[in-house]
């Protein structure tokens, strides 16, 4: 099993930038991609961003190309995804996620972190 902490979310104003981080523990010597979803009050858990385990391939969507970027430390166990620009419709918990292929569809996600709030003001 692995298991799945983010940190790094908070309030921030409309423009400004936030780091999330995502460390894994557990069974961290497989190769799995990780992957960061969202969830706004209401609204279905979408995808945000996903990265492979060499970080050669990622995969963004479209709402956040341009402005969020992620990465990932191996040494670390750690993804992090580095967030610019943010609106408003940012605001949402964030969680982190683990896959064996680089996938947007949360449910072929194994194991998930418990979300970091993100909150971003107008």
């Known amino acids: 099993q692995v298991q799945l902490v983010e940190s790094g979310g908070g309030l921030v104003r409309a423009g400004g930038s936030l780091r999330l981080s995502c460390s894994a523990s557990g069974r961290t010597s497989a190769r799995y991609v990780m992957g960061w979803f969202r969830q706004a009050p209401g609204k279905e858990r979408e995808f945000v961003a996903a990265i492979s385990w060499s970080g050669a391939r990622t995969s963004y969507a479209d709402s956040v190309k341009g402005r969020f970027t992620i990465s990932r430390d191996n040494t670390k166990n750690t993804v992090y995804l580095q967030m610019n620009s943010l609106k408003p419709e940012d605001t949402a918990v964030y969680y982190c996620?683990?896959?064996?292929?680089?996938?947007?569809?949360?449910?072929?996600?194994?194991?998930w972190g418990q979300g970091t709030q993100v909150t971003v003001s107008s």
């Open positions: 996620a683990t896959d064996p292929n680089l996938s947007a569809i949360a449910s072929e996600y194994d194991y």
